[in-house]
């Protein structure tokens, strides 16, 4: 799975962490509130609830939280589970909530202690607000970027056949369409655009040839978000037409988890009517209400 795609969510003392039995679950009441560290780090925010502060907008604190919450159940409530887009998730998620620079600069530096090279591709490619925030902070680590990717070992598309029983053609055609999806997507020029309608042209030709997402059980994890990425860089009426298959794949395990499915519900709700339901499309976007997202999650069997 693309690292870059699992990346979709967006001081001094910290707003009340509820952790029964510390200041923090007193900071309701005034009282001193504690500075996360490395050591309470993973405890103390899975029994964070914010509360608002007021320099900080309804709608961003409702994002903020969102996404925080979408944080806890992506670790299941175990602070074993925390993985390198967690720290980054939380990161948004803090500075969005207003809480101290202290935190937001420790869930960075735990992201990028995690993984540095995943990080440093979420910086050039996923919006964030870190370079401003926490610039201490961001630039001690993301100075050693270039030598970090530069050591990191590229797509070997033929050593990825070569162990694996697939038709060596299509992983060929699919690694070059996800090849060509990112040639110049930061800039989206006209060489982009391009490309995004061959692309389009050939994902058709693959799934009237085969008759379903080209997916994990025919590619590999590495290469299953290909087909999506076309579709999600594509039209409204694109997408609506691989939105059912696209929720297939992620029903039948051809997509590793739901996020695709996510995203793709967000890019097309927010061009149509205004509003997402994952917050995966940016701040720009509001969020539908609960029960707008409580219909579409049933539908589509979200959790």
Known sequence: MSEIFKACFLGAGLSALAVPGTAAAHALQGQATPVLTAENFHETVLAYQPVR???????????????????KAAVSGNPDNFVHVDYWNLALA???????????????????????????GYID??????????????????????????????FDVEAHIADHDFDADLVREIHQISLDDAMYRPDLNEAQ????????????????????????????????????????????????????????????????????????LDRIYGATEGYQFFGSQGSTIPLADDETRARIIAQYGIE
């Open 53 to 71: 502060r007021d320099d900080v907008a309804e709608d961003v604190f409702a994002r903020g939280l969102f996404y925080l919450n979408q944080t």
């Open 193 to 264: 655009q391009a490309l995004d309608a061959q692309n389009q042209a050939r994902i058709d030709a693959l799934f009237e040839r085969h008759g379903r997402y080209i997916g994990r059980s025919m590619v590999g994890e590495e290469l299953e978000i290909a087909m999506f990425l076309v579709i999600q860089h594509s039209n409204i009426p694109y997408m609506r037409r691989y939105l059912p298959h696209v929720h297939a794949a992620v029903r039948e395990g051809e997509l590793s988890n739901d996020l695709a499915l996510k995203m793709l």
């Open 125 to 154: 490619a996923a919006p964030h607000p870190f370079e401003a925030a926490i610039p201490e902070v961001f630039f001690a680590f993301v100075d050693d970027c270039p030598q970090i990717l530069a050591a990191v070992t590229p």
């Open 94 to 120: 803090f500075y969005a909530l207003g809480e101290p620079a202290a935190n937001t600069g420790l869930a960075f530096s735990l992201a990028f202690e995690s993984d540095p090279a995943a990080i440093c």
